[in-house]
């Protein structure tokens, strides 16, 4: 079994949501924030590392159904940024609700601006995480 590194993960995720906006916003928004990739748990329940093959590159398919399962089930202990994150991913990538008021409420100013790079690469704006990446943390 291939256990790719966080970096190898984060690319080989890029590559599979590729060619979908919001896809790509969902994705962009795990790695920007920088917690579920590196998720033992995560990766277990979520996500089918698939090596690269030939001319195919490596992909990281995320099982969104699979990770809302499991966060709702309390099988990713989380605090509630971390939640809000992924919630917001899976709304992006799988059009699952999210009850957008107490979750941007509670979200610190970094983890914000990442939610609206991800809004603004979903609606087909592609330099939307350019301005993400000086921000303080």
């Given at each position: 079994m291939t256990h790719p590194t966080s970096f190898e993960l984060a690319e080989a995720a890029r590559a599979w949501a590729r060619g979908s906006y919001a896809m790509e916003a969902a994705v962009e928004l795990l790695i920007q924030h920088g917690v579920w990739l590196h998720r033992a748990d995560f990766r277990r329940y979520a996500i089918d590392y698939i090596p690269a093959a030939h001319?195919?590159?490596?992909?990281?398919?995320?099982?969104?159904?699979?990770?809302?399962?499991?966060?709702?089930?309390?099988r990713l202990p989380c605090c509630g940024s971390e939640a809000a994150i992924l919630r917001i991913a899976l709304s992006l990538a799988d059009s699952l609700p999210v009850e957008l008021r107490p979750i941007i409420t509670g979200l610190d100013l970094t983890n914000l601006r990442r939610v609206l790079a991800a809004i603004a690469h979903?609606?087909?704006?592609?330099?939307?995480?350019?301005?993400?990446?000086?921000?303080?943390?």
């Open positions: 001319t195919r590159p490596s992909y990281a398919v995320i099982d969104w159904q699979a990770a809302h399962t499991a966060l709702s089930a309390g979903a609606n087909g704006d592609r330099d939307a995480w350019i301005t993400t990446q000086g921000d303080p943390t």
